[in-house]
């Protein structure tokens, strides 16, 4: 994935999420989605550091 300047980016944690589902909520748009399994420490790292 490259990130790229003057973009946007989404990002959604979800424990249940179908790439499926998500992806079909963007039709007709260009999304890049990514996927990834964190384990439980990572996850509480990644949802504290978003909670502000």
Do not use: K, W, Y
Not at 2 to 25: G, H, K, P, Q, Y
């Amino acid at each position: 994935m490259e990130a790229r300047r003057l973009t946007s980016a989404l990002f959604i944690l979800s424990s249940d999420a179908v790439m499926d589902r998500a992806r079909d909520e963007f039709h007709g748009q260009s999304p890049e989605l990514l996927s990834t399994d964190l384990s439980h420490a990572q996850e509480e790292n990644l949802r504290r550091a978003f909670a502000d």
